[in-house]
């Protein structure tokens, strides 16, 4: 966009409501976006070795799905697996387009993550995938997860990790290199260009990620929320799951990084995108 394009957008709206279409723009990128490999199957066989998830009201297995998106194929892959699971977007339309792919109007409510529309002790299981960044307050929205557990539930959350490093510097929020690693006040700047004059930058997202976490940072906002323990997923795998058996060097430094403290906090900087918070058994 040229100089004289951004000028005349500064003085032709209010600059709060962003780049014009953003969020009409934003919808039909992730509406169109193919579908990734479940993740379901990979997450319940590392929350199964942690722990024999308790039972919900009415004796149900039941799991919120937070920011399941317009295609909430991680809810139909729960609930074929037996789960009461239920879906949580705040965009009407993505609301409406995720209870049609499930066929059943209460698989999805409309709701966000720092307000969730459960009640309190609900929910065996929380998930929240790529969700904790984007969120306006991510100390309330743990709070909310841990609001509408069960005593001895879990909480999933896999998100950004400021310290991860790639020799391409890419990764999967901005198309900026080396994005985490930026100070915060270039990360805030390039934040403000993408909501009002190149939404390319953030996949067109009206919620780009400005958050982002290191797995100790995820420890201590979980203890702040009133979490009791902290297990991150190369805690939980086995060899012969198929993230792990692909690669012959997390194969190597598997078992190694479990009784190894300081292997394991050096393992951490680059795999800390993921946690498992649980839920004290009584409150």
Known sequence: MSNKNMRQMYMNRKLSEGYPGLEKMGDEYFSESQRKESSIPEIF?????????????????????VGCGPNPHSVKDLLTMGYDAIGVEPIAQWVHSGQQLIGDSNSVKQGH???????????????????????????????????????????????????RFSITGKNDEF??????????????????????FNPSL????????????????????????????FYSKMDLLEPNDPSVAKSKLRRFFLDKTRYR??????ALTQFGDSIFMLKRMCY
């Open 45 to 65: 066989r590392c929350i199964n070795r942690l722990i024999d998830l308790p039972e919900g009201p009415q004796g149900k297995k039941t799991v919120a799905v």
């Open 175 to 196: 198309s900026v290199r080396f994005f985490n690693w930026l100070p915060e006040i270039v990360k805030e700047a390039y934040v403000y260009y993408h909501l009002h």
């Open 261 to 266: 403290p300081w292997l394991r906090s050096l």
């Open 113 to 163: 993550a720092e307000l969730l529309p459960f009640e309190n002790n609900s929910q065996c299981a929380v998930l929240l995938e790529s969700v904790l960044e984007h969120v306006d307050s991510p100390d309330k929205a743990l709070a909310e997860v841990f609001r509408v557990l069960v005593p001895g539930g879990v909480a999933y959350i896999q998100t950004t990790n400021r310290w």
């Open 202 to 229: 953030a996949h067109y997202t009206s919620r780009p990620a400005v958050h982002w976490f290191s797995y100790p940072d995820l420890c201590k906002m979980g203890r702040k929320a009133g979490f009791s323990q």
